[in-house]
């Protein structure tokens, strides 16, 4: 079965939680480290990247997002770049994508900067840093725009309401992985990112 194909509202709580937690980080070492930006990213997600950054895991940090937020009037990428430089990560190993406004956007707007800043052919592999809930649908999208003969490692971050033992005791929880299975589903549904199998026992 496609993931198109899914009945999203006859998964069970359990097959919901295979499909959205099975990213793990593999340790490897990459390319590119790639953060979605987010408007908890200064807390969440920022410090994973800057940690990897730091342990040698990839030599270039690219930050993706154009939210202007009340608290970051300059954009969120510009903020999150800022933020990393003052943690010891060197300007000249940081991109920035200040235009997306959206995942799909995060992806089709950083591929022709890594193009221009790196070359397509010199990355072999991107780690991808994102909310755990959330790295689901950035991978699959990821997969459908940049080269096929790239490969990925995983790093999520969690926030305390939406873990895989928890994510279906708060309706917090369980609108953040309702929302990434029902985003992405139509994401490919409107031709927007490339149908994958997988392998769940549905109920009719």
Avoid: C
């Avoid at 390319?31 to 979605?36: K, N």
């Avoid at 408007?39 to 154009?66: C, E, F, W």
């Avoid at 022709?112 to 010199?122: M, R, Y």
């Avoid at 994401?187 to 927007?192: F, L, S, V, Y």
């Amino acid at each position: 079965m496609q993931f198109s194909e899914l009945d999203l509202d006859h998964l069970t709580d359990a097959q919901r939680t295979a499909l959205i937690f099975r990213y793990s980080d593999d340790g490897q070492k990459a390319d590119l480290i790639f953060l979605a930006g987010s408007r908890m990213a200064l807390s969440l997600r920022l410090p994973t990247a800057v940690s990897l950054y730091q342990d040698g895991r990839a030599k270039k940090l690219l930050i993706s997002g154009g939210h202007v937020w009340t608290d970051q009037p300059q954009g969120e990428a510009v903020a999150l770049a800022a933020a990393a430089q003052r943690q010891g990560v060197p300007a000249a190993d940081i991109l920035t994508e200040t235009q997306s406004l959206y995942t799909l956007q995060n992806v089709q707007f950083s591929l022709p900067l890594v193009s221009e800043a790196i070359g397509l052919d010199h990355v072999q592999r991107i780690i991808l840093v994102t909310n755990a809930y959330h790295m689901n649908r950035l991978y699959h999208m990821m997969r459908s725009y940049f080269p096929e003969h790239i490969q990925y490692s995983f790093r999520g971050t969690t926030d305390p309401a939406t873990k895989p033992n928890n994510w279906f005791q708060t309706d917090l929880g369980r609108g953040h992985v309702e929302h990434e299975l029902s985003s992405l589903q139509q994401a490919i549904r409107n031709g927007e990112v490339r149908d994958f199998p997988v392998d769940l026992k549905v109920k009719k």
